[in-house]
């Protein structure tokens, strides 16, 4: 089982993203996926998650910003970040989670990790 992120980078305040995290290995279907974010010296939140019926979830900080979306027919799990600003500066990881209980927003429900994209918003 492995999650690979790309599509990290640097812009600037008001710019675009779009974040991809391949999976290798795994029961992609069956499982909610997410996007974690950290900054350093915070600890890591919750961006967007997606689950098996494709609902999707944001926090208030990111939602009509950030869309999570997956192409199951390629394994493919995607964050599209609009209207970026320098607080969005983070390493992005994108995760998955064979089973939920309570909130989708704790990391340690969440048993596989990719390594992490960094993402830099400069005003």
């Known amino acids: 089982v492995q999650l690979v992120e790309s599509g990290g980078g640097s812009v600037q305040t008001g710019g675009s993203l779009r974040l991809s995290c391949a999976t290798f290995?795994?029961?992609?279907?069956?499982?909610?996926m997410g996007w974690f974010r950290q900054a350093p010296g915070k600890e890591r939140e919750g961006v967007a998650a997606?689950?098996?019926?494709?609902?999707?979830t944001y926090p208030d900080s990111v939602k009509g910003r950030f869309t999570i979306s997956q192409d199951n027919a390629k394994n493919m799990l995607y964050l599209q970040m609009n209207s970026l600003k320098p607080e969005d500066t983070a390493v992005y990881y994108c995760a998955a989670a064979g089973i939920i209980i309570g909130s989708v927003w704790v990391p340690s429900q969440y048993n596989c990790w990719g390594q992490g994209t960094q993402v830099t918003v400069s005003s």
């Open positions: 997606i689950d098996s019926d494709g609902t999707t």
């Open positions: 290995g795994y029961i992609y279907t069956s499982v909610c």
